[in-house]
């Protein structure tokens, strides 16, 4: 009777197909997303511009994207490496697959918080803090990571030893909690922060409507005082000019005397003054509108910029997971369907593209950050010329 072989020899007989382009490319995969999620933390930390609330869970994103490159990406790569065959202990496999899920959860749900808080930034504009982080945000912050915690957990307490499980192969043994991770993970927060981020959208169009709307009728206004102006008789038959007050800076002080006379004083005889009267043109009076009004509309206008990033964010990473959880469900549930272990490979491969690809994403579409991307690279490469 033939002996069967042992664990040992068929794993020594399956490594000797190793997976060259897998591991360079695994490799590649590293470096890009932990220089790239990087240089997002140092700018939000280090660039006053680009600290603002929406920045910092960003920087919750980065650091959830950095931990999957250092804890879980080398040992998928080795994984890969080895031709898909598993070759170290259950425990590490079981240590593997609970990071695994728990930063991919926190990378949605730090998405799912950043549509929240960008929602109650449109919403209810008075009751959002900008430039620091205050309760509420904080609270955010930490749900996105105790959550995606306790939805990795139950790997932890052993329900991925199943009866009969393969120690050649590492994956998610048990097919329910397949189910469950995947509903918590991705199909229950992706429609909430699409449903958000188009409640935002509907919210920043009757905002800028809204806008059109004033600035219309602020032209229509000026343009009847234009027509008023120029029927009236000429500046020769008229009072002289107004005080040299309004050719002066408003002040901050408020106490001040107005540029313009009040309605209840008359204008100065014409007689108070000899000489002819100088003409002043409308367009040599310039107005210096509240710079604290203005201020606040450059937030406003850099925050609307910042908006359009987002969507390309969960755009990005929706096309980069939705294959990978749509078939590791349909595998868990569906027993006579087969899917190929080459394919489940390619999507996985593909979702773990997409803590590289934010980075990107960022220095293409937000000023600010692809300011200090250019600034930091130029400082580098001139430290290395030196």
Not at 70 to 78: D, E, I, M, R
Not at 115 to 140: C, G, W
Not at 194 to 215: I, P
Request: proline share 8%; charged share 20%.
């Amino acid at each position: 009777m033939c002996k069967p072989p042992n664990l040992s020899t068929t794993i020594e007989g399956i490594k000797m197909g190793h997976n060259v382009p897998a591991l360079l490319f695994g490799v590649l995969l590293i470096v890009v997303i932990i220089c790239g999620n990087l240089l997002v933390c140092l700018s939000v930390f280090t660039e006053k511009a680009l600290k603002t609330t929406t920045n910092y869970f960003i920087v919750s994103l980065a650091v959830s994207d950095l931990m999957l490159a250092v804890l879980v990406l080398p040992l998928f790569v080795y994984s890969e490496f080895q031709d898909g065959v598993w070759t170290l202990s259950t425990t590490v496999c079981d240590g593997l697959m609970t990071m695994d899920v728990m930063l991919c959860t926190a990378s949605i749900f730090n998405l799912c918080a950043i549509s929240v808080d960008r929602f109650i930034a449109v919403l209810i504009p008075l009751n959002y803090n900008r430039k620091h982080v205050d309760l509420r945000q904080a609270v955010l912050l930490w749900a996105t990571w105790i959550v995606a915690l306790a939805v990795a957990s139950p790997i932890m307490f052993g329900i991925n030893n199943v009866p009969g499980r393969e120690p050649t192969e590492c994956k998610l043994e048990n097919d329910d909690y397949v189910l469950y991770s995947s509903v918590c993970s991705f199909f229950i927060p992706c429609p909430i922060m699409l449903l958000l981020y188009c409640g935002m959208f509907r919210g920043l169009r009757r905002w800028e409507e809204a806008r059109k709307a004033k600035l219309k009728s602020s032209i229509q206004a000026c343009r009847k005082l234009q027509e008023a102006a120029a029927s009236l008789p000429p500046l020769a038959s008229l009072p002289p000019p107004l005080p040299p007050v309004i050719e002066r800076e408003p002040m901050d002080n408020q106490d001040e005397p107005p540029a313009f006379p009040s309605a209840d004083k008359p204008f100065p005889s014409p007689g108070y003054r000899d000489g002819p009267v100088p003409t002043v043109s409308f367009n040599e009076i310039k107005f210096n509108p509240d710079p604290r009004r203005r201020t606040t509309a450059k937030i406003n206008s850099r925050e609307r910029k910042a908006m359009k990033v987002l969507p390309v964010v969960v755009g990005a990473f929706l096309f980069c997971w939705t294959p990978f959880f749509v078939l590791h469900t349909m595998r868990a549930r569906c027993q006579d369907c087969h899917v190929p272990a080459a394919l489940m490979s390619v999507v996985t491969w593909l979702g773990y593209v997409n803590s590289a690809l934010n980075p990107v994403i960022y220095t293409v579409f937000n000023t600010e950050f692809r300011k200090f991307f250019k600034k930091f690279l130029h400082r580098c490469c001139s430290k290395g010329a030196q």
